[in-house]
């Protein structure tokens, strides 16, 4: 078992900028995949951007490339989101997610929520315009 908790989430102004964080506890991460997933109201919940755990190997979606960066702290197992020139669109629910079962066999993190095993409470980003 793998027990993720988020923080950081918050409101900002448009153009700021604010760093997540996901600790996770229990089974540690060191064989697997860690992502963060955002869910606005009324949308599906959508890859954001997921790192490998053993060597830092990262994906980002798109929409997020240029602006936020995701990294690991080994001795700490925690996972951040750094997001930076934040907008409105950027406005969700953000969530922390663990492929502790097979994200260690994988080249590059997977986008899928269904590839994910465990899952944070999440966390309340809001962007102000």
């Known amino acids: 078992q793998v027990q993720l908790v988020e923080s950081g989430g918050g409101l900002v102004q448009a153009g700021g900028s604010l760093r997540l964080a996901c600790a996770a506890s229990?089974?540690?991460?060191?064989?697997?995949?860690m992502a963060w997933f955002r869910q606005a109201p009324g949308k599906e919940r959508e890859f954001v951007a997921g790192?490998?755990?053993?060597?830092?190997?990262?994906v980002y979606a798109d929409s997020v490339k240029g602006r936020f960066t995701i990294s690991r702290d080994k001795a700490k197992n925690t996972a951040y989101l750094q997001m930076n020139s934040l907008n409105a669109e950027d406005t969700a629910n953000y969530y922390c997610a663990a492929a502790a079962r097979y994200g260690g066999s994988w080249a590059l993190p997977k986008t899928d929520t269904w590839q994910y095993d465990y899952w944070g409470q999440g966390t309340q980003v809001t962007v102000s315009s």
């Open positions: 229990g089974r540690t991460p060191g064989n697997s995949a």
């Open positions: 790192i490998l755990w053993s060597d830092g190997r990262s």
